[in-house]
């Protein structure tokens, strides 16, 4: 096993739901990497937004990391106690002319061309300035006439012009809300966080998240982005595909299913390892070359549909 000293790693889940195939690849590859680099891994509820969710998600989602072995290195961070840090970052923005208030309604930017997840790219409509007899409801960040490039350690080289693919993003939503690329900026800087290791869903937002390192003085991570489990249809799995919740009475089972869909070295005596001896092995087995260069992997049946956990 090799090892990377100061790595910071983390896992950072939206407590919408219970924890399913597709959060514990995230869960188990971010862990696994900053395991095999002797590294510190973290976990941070990303709870920002209240409507998404469900009552007593972030406290079972810890609840079957623990049962699953994961164990993180310092106490979990919630985001909903950290609006001061964020304000602070807005105010920092504001002063140096990066900010400006918007009033347009999703609605309103609906029909804009999209960029490269299928999002509206903001038009620049209040960029200079809030229509006569507009209201300001959102806070939104200016981009410039510039290319974001980087390097994914699985996905290769990944550029995005910020003004045509992305356009000008939300920081404050329009119901008072820290909007999720800032808080995850802030949040990963004030952790210290050196690798972050998440789905490929989130690639297209990385651009986004170093424009606005760029312009607070943050340490930009490196970054890997692992394939997105799918179900049937082609979709995330998630609250509204159902997502089963991953079983904790067949933790072994499931750990080798992610370690196949990781293109992981699987050991033949992996029951009579136990849990913590699986995780130990697949640490020192880790091998960041075999993982799949793809953004969406088909998820192993069983773990696509609800269904009772025993």
Known sequence: MT???GYRGRFAP???GPLHFGSLVAALGSYLDARHQHGTWLVRMEDLDPPREAPGAAAEILRTLEAYGLEWDAPVEYQSRRSAHYATALSRLERDGHL?????????????????????????????GLP??????????????????FRDAVQGVVEQALATEAGDFVLRRADGLYAYQLAVVVDDAAQGITHVVRGADLIDSTPR???????????????????VAVNAAGEKLGKQTCAAAVPVHERIATILA?????????PADATSLGVRGLLDLAARQWDRQALPRQRT??????????????
């Open 100 to 128: 400006y208030a918007c009033a347009c309604s999703r609605r309103e930017i609906a029909d804009s061309r999209t960029g490269p997840a299928g999002v509206p790219v903001y038009p620049g409509t209040c960029r200079n």
């Open 3 to 5: 090892g990377l000293a």
């Open 297 to 310: 992997r088909a998820v192993p049946t069983g773990f696509q549909q609800a269904r009772a956990v025993p």
């Open 209 to 227: 998240q170093i424009h606005l390192q760029r312009l607070l003085g943050y340490r930009q991570p490196d970054y890997l982005h692992l394939p």
């Open 258 to 266: 992610v370690l196949r869909f990781l293109h992981q070295p699987v």
């Open 14 to 16: 939206s407590p919408s």
């Open 132 to 149: 006569p007899g507009r209201a300001p409801r959102a806070l939104r960040v200016r981009v410039y006439d510039q290319h974001i490039r």
